[in-house]
């Protein structure tokens, strides 16, 4: 009899189990049903949304002793974190990927080097369009051997983000140049 104890034990686990599933739940009322679809509605429209793009871009800018024609790819991530009631925070990161620049009238090639993270906030009652500069560095070609090179912080570049009410990212777009006031 003690050898069989424990697989009885078993048995009667396994028939407690079976009959735990076999149970039917009791079925939701109409009023909790759409109390839990309201909350899930709610919980989905707060997370956080995410997009991130590589664009390229091309213009001329005012460098600090002559113009400069830039080419390369600026890599830009956005991050949104909506509030429950609507609106919330942006974080746009932009990073420069592979860009020069050729100074004229000189001809000399300008290395930009850099990345710039920004939080903005965005609203709760309409699309909102985010307009941000980050600093890069502008390299000179006269550079001496093992230099340290000084931050020259530029803003040629306008990074543009459309962003929902509720947080979903929609255009991403970048400039080169001054833009008008």
Known sequence: MRRNAPRLAGNVCLLTAALGLSVP??????????????????????LPQFRSVSLPISGTFAGPSEKVRLTGTLDVTVITLPGAAGGGTAQIISSLDDTSGTGDPSGE?????????????????????????????LISPVVPPNPIVPPNPIRPVTVSVTVSSTGVIGAITATVGTPAP
Request: glycine share 6%; hydrophobic share 45%; aromatic share 6%.
């Open 25 to 46: 739940a009791t079925a939701a009322t109409a009023a909790e049903s759409a109390r839990t679809a309201r909350t899930v509605r709610a919980a989905a429209a707060a």
């Open 109 to 137: 090639t300008y290395d930009l080097v850099g990345a710039g993270r920004d939080n903005l906030p965005f609203s709760a009652g309409a699309t909102t369009t985010l307009k941000v500069r980050p600093s890069f560095v």
